[in-house]
């Protein structure tokens, strides 16, 4: 495989939508999307009325990649061979002599080779995303809770509450019947909760346009969502930039179903109509599969194997199953290397976080693309050395999964918007070293410069 990637090469450009083209301002959604759950369980299923503050400092144990185990109420942070390097139960933390003993050198129970590794099952849950990490939160409380009234209680069964949370505040018919907290607070004052698409990025996809390719949008938000968000980031034309538009694609089934299991449909007034054979032309449709989808890109492009490149935020819904199931490039949008900016960018005097608006007094949440001071950093932590030996760092398993699954990783599309179109990137590859793939720089920790490292 070719060393370097450029879009120039590629016929067709897909896009996921939430945190991907639609950037939030995270110290205001993540509050939301908390409170959205929270009240749910308070008012709904009669739990403690204590999980509806939130402290600033609370934010700091939200870390993306951290794996619920939901029999035991346990939160892991899995290395790259799938050994556990820190845990919490709740959100206390365990120590060294406490994990050693629970967890050893050994394999987590649930860890699979790579590719057998689903990141939703029964028995665990992967955060991976923004909109899972206040729910992470918000479980380790529910665990603190139910620990503290059960006198240490061992087995948990709280999930299926938080999937009635989930369900109350974003089924399908939600955003219309003003459900729930969250869409009602999102459409009153968007202004809050959205970051606008710079020019750079509004200029550049019309010239993805302009140079022939076709462009895609593939969302697991529903229609109605999908049209504020666009509208509001983009402008009431925005429908003019893409070939085809899908919206509640049920990602990662979108990839991994085959078509007689997710059929397309087609919209009437954001209602899904009858199920599609085929996909037969561009236009803006439900569901649907990735196989049908690739068939109708070989019609537009008269190609037997166009080649597609596919931009998303979640390891689990976009990345993983785009690369995996149809072997298409992808562009992972790696928000933590923002945080990274900051870093690099500031002087001891100039700390405050990137998005300083004023809006907190006292101490300051952490934003939720920094470094957890509970959990390390996403990409590396260090493994207790035994008597007499030296701590030695390793890949975590998300840092693992990146360059395993991802052509390249950047921290916003921003960040490549005014490159040409024909401009070479250094892709992921087992030839090339951990760091190729990320642009513009490694994250700070996987340079070589030990002192960045985070002890």
Known sequence: MAQQFSLAACDVVGFDLDHTLCRYNLPESAPLIYNSFAQFLVKEKGYDKELLSVTPEDWDFCCKGLA?????GNFLKLA??????????????????????????????????DTGMVCRSGKYYFYDNYFDLPGALLCARVVDYLTKQNNGQKTFDFWK?????IQHNYKMSAFKENCGIYFPEIKRDPGRYLHSCPESVKKWLRQLKNAGKILLLITSSHSDY?????????????????????TNALK???????????????????????????????????????????????????????????FGDSMHSDIFPACHY???????????????????????????????????EGPKAKPLNTSSKKWGSFFIDSVWGLENTEDSLVYTWSCKRISTYSTIAIPS????????LDYKFTRFSSS??????YYPNPPLVLTSDETLIPK
């Open 68 to 72: 619920l185990d939901l029999e035991d």
């Open 326 to 360: 149809s072997n298409w490039e992808t562009v992972l949008i790696l928000e933590e290397l923002r945080g990274d900016e900051g870093a690099r960018s500031q002087r001891p005097e100039e700390s405050e976080p990137l998005e300083k608006k004023g809006k907190y």
């Open 413 to 420: 599309i921003e960040a490549i918007a005014e490159l040409p």
């Open 226 to 246: 999908c049209r504020l968000l666009c509208e509001y980031i983009l402008g009431n034309d925005f429908t003019d930039l893409f070939d085809i538009v899908i």
């Open 80 to 113: 790259d061979n799938g050994t556990v390097l820190r845990a919490s139960h709740g959100t206390k933390m365990m120590a060294p002599e406490v994990l050693a003993e629970a967890y050893g050198k050994k394999e987590w129970k649930h860890f699979l080779s």
């Open 432 to 437: 090339n070293s951990k760091t190729a793939g």
């Open 252 to 310: 990662p089934g979108f990839f991994s179903h085959l078509p007689s299991q997710r059929p397309f449909r087609t919209l009437e007034n954001d209602e899904e109509q009858e199920a599609l054979p085929s996909l037969d032309k561009p236009g803006w449709y439900s569901q649907g599969n990735a196989v049908h989808l690739y068939e109708l890109l070989k019609k537009m492009t008269g190609k037997p194997e166009p080649k597609v490149v596919y």
């Open 161 to 165: 509450d938080i999937v009635a949370a």
